[in-house]
Nanobody, 117 residues
Framework: QVQLVESGGGWVQAGGSLRLSCAASGSIFSGNVMGWYRQGPGKQRDLVATITSRGATGYVDSVKGRFTISRDDEQSTVNLQMSSLKSEDTAVYYC???????????WGEGTLVTVSS
């Protein structure tokens, strides 16, 4: 089992920045693909960004150039630096750990980001 705890959410004005962090504990596998997802009001949960164990990153088009995902395996953390925030970025952001060996996904409880225009 892997436990994930997000932090760093809050309220920010459009154009501002926030940094989300995800602390992992438990049976952490260094080969996990880590990711951030978000679920806006009345919407489904969508992928925002991923980072592999080798540091390869991927982003949904709507956040490219504005968001940066990073990981620190020694600290067992994954971060999402968000800048130039827009009202449409308002959502609950979830940390995800994907174990490719078994196709197992682990989720945090989420942290709310509210962007005011």
């Amino acid at each position: 089992q892997v436990q994930l705890v997000e932090s760093g959410g809050g309220w920010v004005q459009a154009g501002g920045s926030l940094r989300l962090s995800c602390a992992a504990s438990g049976s952490i596998f260094s080969g996990n693909v880590m990711g951030w997802y978000r679920q806006g009001p009345g919407k489904q949960r969508d992928l925002v960004a991923t980072i592999t164990s080798r540091g390869a990153t991927g982003y949904v088009d709507s956040v490219k150039g504005r968001f940066t995902i990073s990981r620190d395996d020694e600290q067992s953390t994954v971060n999402l630096q968000m800048s130039s925030l827009k009202s449409e970025d308002t959502a609950v952001y979830y940390c995800n750990a994907h174990d490719p060996r078994y196709g197992q996904d682990y989720w945090g409880e989420g942290t709310l980001v509210t962007v005011s225009s």
